[in-house]
Structures are given as C-alpha cells and as structure tokens.
C-alpha cells in the first residue's frame, strides 16, 4: 500500500489507520533497489465515474496503454487495484508501472492496457463505518469501472474477461474479487504482498469492521474459488503479512507463480517483481483472446 503524498516508496498503511503495535520483522537479506526500464509511457486516458455503489463520491479512473502499440489496436485489460493510502496514479508515480508496461512489450510480451481507479481506505467490501461508510467499492470495480470500460469504445478495450492486479489492500481485493467473478470474468489474478489475516483476532488497519464483516468478506478458506483462474501471488519473507500468505498459498488448490521471496512490504519488493508479473499476465491474456 503506497501513501500516494510525497512518491513515498513504503507500501505501509497509512498512519491515520492506527494500527495495533506489532513487533517489524528484521530483514533477513539485503538487496539493491531495482532499476527501472528506460522505457516511455504510452497514452493514458483518464476520466471521472459517479456509483451507486460509491454514493456522494467521485471515483477517478485511469488506462494506460503501452507505448508503441497502435491506437486501433483492441486490448485485454488489467484492472490494478491500489493499497491503503493510495489512489488511482500509485502504480504510475511510485511504481513506475507504465514504463514495465511498455517494457513488457518490447521485450516480446503480449500488449495489454491497466486500468486503475480511486478506492480511498474501502478494503474493496461494503463498508457501514468510517470515511467509506455505505459504499462498496468492490462492487465499484465490477459493475461500474468494468462497465464505463466497455461504454468507452475511444479505449478499445475487451472487458468481457479482465485480469485483477493488485498490492496490499489491493492484492485482498484482487484475490477477493476474482473469486466472485469467476473464470467466466476474469482471465488471469496477481497480487503483490496481499494484505491477508488468518483469524478475525489479526485484522489491522481497519480492515473489518467487525467478526462479521470478515467472515462475510475475507479470503480465509475462499481459495477454492479460485480453482479455475490462473494465479500469481508474491510477498517478501519479512513483511508482516508473509505469515498469512504463506498460509493463504497452501490452502490453493494448485499452486500459484511466484512465491515468499526475500523483500519487505515496500515499493522495491512491488517493483523487482512487476516484469514477471506482467509476463504471467500477458502470458494468460493470449489464451483469453
């Protein structure tokens, strides 16, 4: 999750969140940070939508599409979602994520667009407290961004199979969404250290309202409906959901690509591991199409 003030590279939730104290992990390997492609953004749309699931609010959205594939060209579509603390231009202003896009492409990989949107602290799941209290933002995603996709044919997108992406919070969603969409909808999900918690007793950041809320929304014991949707996970080894990821990866009922590598919860982590990211989707955009 990128705090969106500053370009911050931490993936961390917000400090607004308050969440309960917990002892950080020490790092167990050292890196060096990633170096970003030389490569130039494509063109990005950017508009503004109005739900019923969002009522009072003013949702955001943008779609990149990768430099050098031409403009009539139709495109599947990855939807990325943010984490806690961002908003619709993380992916472009912390990860960098158009420059791979088009990276990803030039190095012979399929061309897909990335959709993102503004979903505030919502967690993806109806929420009936705090700032986001009556929207759903989960439901945002699926019957109003995917929609305003298809109405805009100046995009040139096929949504009727979409691939979920996501980060932290969003990396939940992803996970959260693909599996009530189903394989008929969606074609490929990736998240990048999803924000997962095994028991109701280890929600933080707000998460979950209540017991309730998470055992109507989480992913614990959910893996099953993702038995036919291909699936990318990775998370590094001392950020502080690796525990229930690790968990969350050995409930699937095959196993998914990428794996618990060294890293922390941070932009770095996101990055070093976005081009194989965007391979294994291109890779399941070519069977979509």
Avoid at 249 to 262: F, Q, V
């Amino acid at each position: 999750m990128v705090a969106a003030a500053g370009l911050s590279t931490t993936i961390g939730c917000s400090p607004e969140a308050k969440p309960k104290a917990r002892p950080r992990p020490r790092p167990t390997e050292t890196f060096e940070p990633p170096i970003p492609p030389t490569a130039p953004s494509g063109t990005t749309y950017e508009g503004i939508m109005v739900s019923p699931k969002a009522p009072d609010l003013t949702v955001g959205w943008t779609v990149t599409r990768p430099y050098g594939v031409p403009d009539k060209q139709r495109l599947p579509v990855v939807i990325a979602l943010h984490g806690l603390g961002g908003n619709r231009y993380t992916f472009r202003d912390v990860t960098l994520l158009p420059a791979y896009l088009t990276d990803h492409v030039r190095r012979g990989g399929e061309p897909f667009a990335v959709a993102t949107m503004d979903a505030f602290a919502s967690w993806y799941h109806p929420r009936t407290t705090g700032g986001e209290a009556g929207t759903d933002f989960g439901a945002v995603v699926t019957d109003t961004l995917i929609p305003t996709l298809a109405i805009r044919k100046d995009l040139r997108l096929d949504v009727e199979r979409v691939g979920l992406y996501g980060f932290s919070m969003g990396g939940y969603g992803a996970l959260r969404l693909a599996g009530l969409l189903g394989p008929d909808r969606v074609f490929a999900v990736a998240a990048s250290s999803p924000a997962l918690f095994d028991t109701w007793k280890d929600v933080r950041y707000d998460a979950f309202e209540d017991e309730a809320a998470f055992d109507d929304y989480g992913t614990t014991f959910r893996q099953g409906e993702l038995r036919d949707i291909p699936v990318r996970i990775d998370c590094g080894a001392d950020d502080e959901f690796a525990e229930a990821t690790r968990h969350y990866i050995s409930g699937l009922l095959t196993k998914p690509e990428g794996g618990i590598h060294p890293g922390r919860h941070d932009a770095q982590f996101t990055m070093r591991y976005l081009p194989e990211t965007l391979d294994f989707f291109g890779k399941w955009a070519v069977a979509a199409s």
